[in-house]
């Protein structure tokens, strides 16, 4: 194994904070700035349906990873325009878009524990809403000006619709096997996390070597970023459970636990998830009994595990970078993501 | 009134033949081999169930009216190279990808006497699909290289999300005025038909009042076509109903013929249009009564006005250019369109 080593058994650094994106937040939190108020004013339209929704879904939050990416990984390559806000914001739109649409999909009630737009505004607006905030990201990417960077995020729209399919088609699906769920999570997150990363070398005019190692970064990231959420809807390696925990049950999702868990119990165990995920019996008590399980059969532990190995991959993949301010704390997310299941 | 008037009353030319789309398809006929291929081609996804639910819509027809109107366009403006089949296909994929999202915002189980992908696969499919498309089609506007044909593609996207989006805030809505619903009809339907008429002379480096022009004739035609599937939908001039005719009714949609009958009727009959429209009461004797009221206020026959009225605007437009083969098919569309009515 080559390049910097993620110390994941170490829980604070050096100075006792623990791992976070803070370092990451305040090295873009200009730029970041800037591309929030990019965001409020292409969510306007005449059509008053619009702004309201589309501002539900970005007010509620989250950390804005995918376009802290963009920016950091822009200015880690020494780019000094302006275009990277503007992309920035499109990868934030193209995700809410996609927010928008898996509420339809999967028929959620709840986003980040509030109601989602689809129980709010109907499945009517959050289709509508979805498809003009894709149109707006396409839009800045051409305002962006640069060829390359429509490639590569236009290329993952289509491939995140197709992980969309393919879960669609692995979905109750006990016998999907880790690769097939490997390959729906390359698809719905790492790819979009994969270009926004991509997009900030592209814009500096970076050699190929350079886009590939922050390709590499943001689709390992994207990929462990998913599995630790997978392992923290279960309560992670902890036995508390987190206040959305339970949803991917309650819903029937094969993730990767569930995928271990299965496999590695016994017939009577099969039956009961052949009853929770093919007929939905997942009440709280099967729910516990499921988390019993996971604990049981290493499921949580070795899924955590399985982001490890993404974590050191993407990690890898900076190595070939000078040591940077930047650089450094595009490592600490990496930690981040894994200490968020502990 | 200046240029070109079509003429209207006269349902058959000089030699005996009625206006048709067949000198445009005669026309592009080579173009539109490699156009169908293409869309073919960006259709193939690993994922199975993506060609699947795309070409059942592709292979269910429609006349491609959109990706001849680019051809005919690009040719007629002198463009030499094949970047136009690109466009073609790339905005045929967006037309389909319309569909499919506009049949899971309005319920629909039947698309062109067919029964809907969201019926046969489900809303998930249809939404994933659509993106999937919509994801496909701005590739191949970037494989096409022009970036003034990404913005106005990207542009169009986002006008035709609003358009739908206010669409849905007048639905059932029996107080809409012709005014606002000229606006739903510039989003939903012409925006797609001004913007794949237009990147025909952007393509081949025409000079900006060139480029308005096809833009205007895009525009127009895409208003009239709306204008006279509305009238269709209750039968058109004629008293005989087509075999899709009645769904608008039934979806308690307010198009225009409805807007000017309920403007026009009296107290009673005013309250028949509620009744139908607001409280979905639309058996076969109601859709009966609905057409013996349409033609008593001539709503069918000015709704046809009123379209024809934009085919002028669309002809006028076309006054600039001399007269040639392609001109003379475009002109030719504008009296079809009107003749579908009758």
Known sequence: ????????????????????????????????????????SKCGSDVQMIPEVARHLIDSGGKRLRPMLTLAAARMSGYEGEHHVTLAASVEFMHTATLLHDDVVDESDLRRGKLSARKLWGNEASVLVGDFLLGQAFRMMVDAGSMKALEVLSTAATVIAEGEVMQLATAKNLDTTQDEYMQVVHGKTAALFAAATEVGPILA??????????????????????????????????????KNAGDDFREGKVTLPVLLCYRRGSESQRNFWREA??????????LEEAIRLMHEHDALTDTIERARHYCNLASDALAIFDDSPHKRALNEVLEFILLRAH
Chains 1, 2 share one sequence.
């Open 277 to 286: 995920i093919e007929r939905g019996e997942t009440d709280n008590s099967r």
């Open 1 to 40: 194994m080559s390049g910097v080593v993620v110390p994941l058994n170490k829980k604070d650094d050096s100075e006792g904070r623990k791992p976070g994106v803070e370092p990451l937040m305040a090295l873009v939190a200009n730029d970041m700035e800037k591309v929030n108020r990019v965001i409020l």
């Open 205 to 242: 005019g970076s050699n190929k070597g350079a886009v590939s190692a922050f390709r590499s970064y943001g689709t390992n990231l994207g990929l462990a970023f998913q599995l630790i959420d997978d392992a923290l809807d279960y309560g992670g390696s902890s036995k508390t459970l987190g």
